[in-house]
């Protein structure tokens, strides 16, 4: 089973996929992050964020989906065969915001592109962390680090990817679960798990 989890910078990815996994120990869930877990994605990872480098967006976008096609065909894939839960932070929903929308390439572009790189790999559920973009940004501005290269986009830029966002899961509900990020991260880790409950009874 592939739990995703996803939203823009600051909404709150990595707290709720560490909850999520304490909270599921007992199904032993393995948990990835995007781009990165395996070497060649993380090694990916450092160069798509590096601040010194110009990276077009056309660029961006397969520096990604190959990041993601590595992960899947490394340990996403096997990991799934094996019956493990995998709690993912980000997926291709990421791209489709920031690279398609963000970007301006094309939601349906992105998307072909990246249906190439994961062969058929899709979430059985994508938990959306919903936060105005200001919000977002203001959290990742407290944490006291020197933004990477995509978090200092400007705001329109995440007005793109939040709306993505808002559209995607719109288009389908029966994937997604849409929880409020600007709550506690203790009660955001109470709705995703209510809301997940029925997905994971035995």
């Known amino acids: 089973m592939l739990i995703t989890v996803e939203g823009i910078d600051g909404a709150g990815k990595s707290t709720l996929v560490a909850g999520l996994a304490d909270?599921?120990?007992?199904?032993?869930?393995?948990?990835l992050r995007e781009p990165g877990g395996v070497e060649l994605s993380e090694r990916l990872r450092a160069l798509v964020k590096d601040p010194a480098l110009t990276v077009g967006g056309r660029a961006e976008a397969l520096i990604y989906a190959a990041a993601r096609a590595q992960l899947v065909?490394?340990?996403?894939?096997?990991?799934?065969?094996?019956?493990?839960?995998?709690?993912?932070d980000r997926f291709v929903d990421s791209s489709l915001a920031y690279q398609g929308a963000g970007r301006g390439l094309g939601v349906e572009a992105v998307r072909a592109l990246n249906a190439f790189g994961t062969a058929g790999v899709v979430p059985d559920r994508t938990l959306l962390l919903r936060i105005e973009p200001a919000a977002g940004l203001a959290r990742v501005g407290g944490r006291g680090?020197?933004?990477?290269?995509?978090?200092?986009?400007?705001?329109?830029?995440?007005?793109?990817?939040?709306?993505?966002?808002d559209e995607l899961a719109a288009a389908e509900p029966q994937r997604?679960?849409?929880?409020?990020?600007?709550?506690?991260?203790?009660?955001?880790?109470?709705?995703?798990?209510?809301?997940?409950?029925p997905l994971l009874e035995p």
Do not use: M
């Open 145 to 165: 680090e020197a933004q990477d290269r995509i978090e200092a986009e400007r705001e329109t830029f995440w007005l793109a990817c939040a709306r993505a966002y």
């Open 23 to 31: 909270a599921l120990r007992d199904r032993d869930p393995v948990v």
């Open 73 to 88: 065909e490394e340990r996403l894939r096997p990991l799934l065969d094996e019956g493990r839960l995998v709690l993912l």
């Open 176 to 197: 997604w679960i849409v929880l409020d990020a600007t709550q506690t991260p203790e009660r955001v880790l109470a709705d995703a798990l209510a809301q997940l409950a």
